[in-house]
T-cell receptor, first 118, second 113 residues
């Protein structure tokens, strides 16, 4: 496979369930991202990992727990979610310009996981 | 702080006519600017970027964008719109640290036959 893949593509879960979203990139990138996209809302950055280290947590509730075991894989663990967490969750990767500073390299996005919380 | 603004929620254009999707930015240093397109139920796809050099940047699918430093703008353009260009378009700027990106709110482009 090429590019950025995400599984599952669709997920329906109850508020008491625990589930995980998986993202895998086959591009050799060293930065990975989780975004939340809700209807009629801007793209919300959730987490950033650079060289497997979390460098950004954008005030995300603790019911979302990221994990980056290596530079190719990124997980988002979900537990006790709320209906307002229903959204499209997008994973992205990029080649970091360095360990800090702005990046001039574009991001590559996966197709997303459509999450519905009942 | 870095930010981008897309002042139009929606742009309507007839097929064959030129299109413009607007973006303005605010950065503390040199701007690295990007345009992405999103089709329904899909992730974002990279279209083009401005890093340095020529103010007119050419990208995928016949799109181009003009960087204007004095107006802090980076508008997306296409000389002749296609119905298949109908999608959601996002402008983004690279942040000031750790490979962080800031996205605009998105502009829905509707191209009518």
């Amino acid at each position: 496979e090429t590019g950025v893949t995400q599984t599952p593509r669709h997920l329906v879960m109850g508020m008491t369930n625990k589930k995980s979203l998986k993202c895998e990139q086959h591009l050799g990138h060293n930065a990975m991202y989780w975004y939340k996209q809700s209807a009629k809302k801007p793209l919300e950055l959730m987490f950033v990992y650079n060289f497997k280290e979390q460098t950004e947590n954008n005030s995300v509730p603790s019911r979302f727990s990221p994990e980056c075991p290596n530079s190719s894989h990124l997980f988002l663990h979900l537990h006790t979610l709320q209906p307002e967490d229903s959204a499209l969750y997008l994973c992205a990767s990029s080649q970091a310009s360095g360990r800090g500073g702005a990046s001039y390299n574009e991001q590559f996005f996966g197709p997303g996981t459509r999450l519905t919380v009942l | 702080a870095q930010s981008v603004a897309q002042p139009e929620d929606q742009v309507n254009v007839a097929e064959g006519n030129p299109l413009t999707v607007k973006c303005t930015y605010s950065v503390s240093g040199n701007p690295y600017l990007f345009w992405y397109v999103q089709y329904p139920n899909r992730g974002l796809q990279f279209l083009l970027k401005y890093i340095t050099g020529d103010n007119l940047v050419k990208g995928s699918y016949g799109f181009e964008a003009e960087f204007n430093k004095s107006q802090t703008s980076f508008h997306l353009k296409k000389p002749s719109a296609l119905v298949s260009d109908s999608a959601l378009y996002f402008c983004a700027v690279s942040g000031d640290n750790f490979n962080k990106f800031y996205f605009g709110s998105g502009t829905k482009l509707n191209v009518k036959p």
